[in-house]
């Protein structure tokens, strides 16, 4: 099956740019989804299709897609950034379409 | 409001059956593909299983293929998880989400969770 490989940990400075990884056989070819976990909260979704944003996620917000790596970029990075992020992908040739990463832990410093 | 509840989590012992359901209120539910996904304790999340709108497609995990089963009634707003022959790593937050549309659209909506262990 597909496997997602984040990075454990990002740390980054209040006002920084903080990128988070998500790397995968020719992933470029498939979409991407991005979502934040909060300790002890659901998972939100951040982003989708690679780069598009639900409403009421700011622009800080952003990513991208491409060959064997996506990434998401979190810009000006504040305090209640700090989560756990997790890539997924769908995978339309696979019996098990849905994968996720395995997550990127994100302290602000 | 999108609101998705899920109930019926609890304590069930190796090899035992247990049935989890989300009800689905705030949104045409026949119109969106719902999702199971889970949480151990402690790890990352991990995607159970994947049905259509109208139950023309339906996706298992390989983790829990064969014992575990997706439907959902569309009348009732309700989804549900029948899982059987539980095993100890099958301990879990287990959540329903919701796909923005189409299958593999992402989950915008989730809901709060519930805890099934599986003990002796």
């Known amino acids: 099956s597909f496997v997602l490989t984040q990075p454990p940990s990002v740390s980054v400075a209040p006002g920084e740019t903080a990128t988070i990884t998500c790397g995968g056989n020719?992933?470029?070819?498939?979409?991407v989804h991005w979502y934040q976990q909060r300790p002890g909260q659901a998972p939100v979704l951040v982003i989708y299709?690679?780069?598009d944003r639900p409403a009421g996620i700011p622009e800080r917000f952003s990513g991208s897609n491409s060959g064997n790596m996506a990434t998401l970029t979190i810009s000006r990075v504040e305090a209640g950034d700090e989560a756990d992020y997790y890539c997924?992908?769908?995978?339309?040739?696979?019996?098990?379409?849905?994968?996720f990463g395995t997550g990127t832990k994100v302290t602000v410093l | 409001e999108v609101q998705l509840v899920e109930s019926g989590g609890g304590l069930v012992k190796p090899g035992g059956s247990l049935r989890v359901s989300c009800a689905a209120s705030?949104?045409?539910?026949?119109?969106?593909?719902m999702n199971w996904v889970r949480q151990a304790p402690g790890k990352g999340l991990e995607w159970v299983s994947t049905?259509?709108?109208?139950?023309?497609?339906?996706y298992y995990s390989d983790s829990v293929r064969g014992r575990f089963t997706i439907s959902r009634d569309n009348a009732k707003n309700s989804l549900i998880l029948q899982m059987n022959n539980l095993r100890v790593e099958d301990t879990a937050v287990y959540y329903c989400?919701?796909?923005?549309?189409?299958?593999?659209?992402?989950?915008?909506?989730w809901g709060q969770g519930t805890l099934v262990t599986v003990s002796s």
């Open positions: 020719n992933i470029g070819t498939k979409s």
């Open positions: 997924q992908v769908w995978d339309s040739f696979s019996d098990h379409p849905y994968v």
């Open positions: 705030g949104f045409i539910f026949s119109s969106n593909t």
């Open positions: 049905i259509s709108s109208s139950s023309n497609y339906i």
């Open positions: 989400a919701r796909d923005i549309g189409v299958r593999g659209s992402g989950h915008d909506y």
């Open positions: 299709y690679d780069r």
